[in-house]
């Protein structure tokens, strides 16, 4: 049944596993929380939100032709109002998703000062980057990301130039070529 | 999968095939929505059975054979004669329409009871009686015609 | 599994429909619609219109509402990329 055959490979095409790629289970924070983003846009929704993005907009404009190349992005950010809201049990398990072979951590950087901690991870399919993971936490805030598809890491690195916060001079000193409010 | 399980179920060969053109259309106008190829085979099944329940209880005229009308083989068929294939298809056909999907669906499709439960939308116990109730049905007339194990 | 269920297996196999199935799906996907309306289904369809003008604003609606959230997005990813960036410059100085 060769029409079967099609849209049983078109099925399995589609799908590819272009969802999100690994549970958040954080819904017991939103609770908590004195401010939550939940953002979830798979393919169709992000070429929908591409129409409506401004070329004449240079952020627009940027992002659209960022998200022109993804599957999917989906975060759940929460701000809390006070200390131990979240728990590492609450990071641990979703760690404990980001399994190797596919997934490996590529950034890990944890501050003792302000106690913000942020770990980039990224998946790897038959030598492509198929997804990027980002988990961020500081006392008071608990963000997890999951941006998929074949994302290209230097113009998602360049994000830090947009929007308006500084972007990182490529003798990697860290002044800022120049700051915003957001 | 899906034509035969129509096929099955309604023991009618030209229902079927609109059911299961139905069904593939349906499938042409939702590739969007589904998240894998075993959710496309989930989503398949279930559909299936829907429209195939819903065409039976369509139909206004009673199953199309009764089960007692069901004529017994002018020679007694033997585990593994395809006549007894047959007679099979044919009680089967003539079972409640519950008992019959779980039927088609544990036995063409080779499904397990929770499976099941799942495609049709009703408890497990209910399922397991069903099963249990058709094997003992066809049993019973299997016997009644001489029909058995050796 | 005892003889009858394996008869059954056997008895339940499945079964292929008619040659030229493929064909005669492919061919009713391509198949336009037409509907034939009642005239009694002319209001109808005239309130369907007026629906379909709220229908463009709701979908303006939900489209900003997407760009929003793909903003949002980019703010937030964007920010912790960049102090990622940032901690490691200085930590190479």
């Known amino acids: 049944m060769t029409m079967l055959r099609v849209l049983a490979a078109g099925c399995g095409l589609a799908a590819l596993l272009w969802a999100q790629q690994f549970k958040f289970n954080l819904d017991h924070l939103a609770a908590k929380a004195s401010n939550a983003v939940d953002v979830s846009l798979n393919k169709d929704m992000l070429q929908f939100a591409g129409k409506f993005l401004s070329d004449k907009d240079s952020d627009e404009a940027k992002a659209k032709a960022m998200i022109g190349g993804l599957e999917g992005i989906y975060i759940k950010s929460f701000e809390f109002s006070r200390d131990g809201a979240w728990s590492q049990a609450d990071l641990d398990q979703v760690r404990n998703q980001l399994k190797a072979p596919e997934w490996g951590r590529i950034m890990s950087v944890k501050s003792s000062e302000d106690n913000e901690n942020v770990e980039v991870w990224v998946r790897h399919e038959s030598g492509k980057v198929t997804g990027i993971a980002l988990l961020a936490t500081e006392p008071r805030e608990f963000t997890v990301a999951n941006i998929v598809g074949n994302v290209n890491l230097e113009s998602l690195a360049d994000l830090g130039g947009q929007f308006g916060l500084p972007k990182l001079k490529p003798s990697g000193t860290t002044a800022p070529e120049k700051k915003k409010d957001d | ?150 | 599994m005892d003889w009858l269920e394996e008869e059954l297996k056997s008895a339940l196999s499945r079964k292929e429909p008619a040659g030229g199935f493929d064909e005669r799906v492919l061919a009713a996907a391509r198949r336009p619609k037409t509907v034939m309306l009642p005239r009694r289904w002319m209001a109808a369809a005239a309130a369907l219109v007026v629906l379909a003008g709220a229908g463009q604003a709701y979908r303006w609606h939900r489209g900003q509402e997407a760009r929003d959230q793909v903003m949002l997005a980019m703010r937030i990813t964007g920010k912790k990329l960049s102090y990622v960036q940032t901690r490691i410059a200085g930590d190479r100085q």
């Open chain 2, 1 to 150: 999968m899906v034509f035969s399980v129509a096929y099955h179920f309604l023991h009618d060969r030209e229902l079927a095939e609109e059911i299961a053109q139905d069904v593939f259309l349906s499938l042409h106008r939702n590739l969007g929505a589904l998240e894998s190829a075993a959710h496309a085979a989930h989503w398949l099944r279930k559909v299936a059975v829907q429209r195939s329940i819903d065409a039976a209880r369509r139909r206004s005229r009673r199953p199309q054979v009764a089960l007692d009308d069901v004529a017994e083989p002018g020679e007694r068929p033997a585990p593994g004669d395809p006549l007894l294939g047959e007679l099979l298809r044919k009680l089967i056909a003539t079972l409640p329409e519950g008992q019959r999907m779980a039927m088609v669906l544990r036995y063409q499709e080779d499904l397990d009871p929770s499976e099941i439960a799942a495609v049709m939308g009703i408890p497990l116990g209910t399922v397991k009686s069903h099963i249990q109730r058709s094997l003992a049905l066809l049993r019973e007339k299997l016997a009644r015609r001489g029909v058995g194990e050796r």
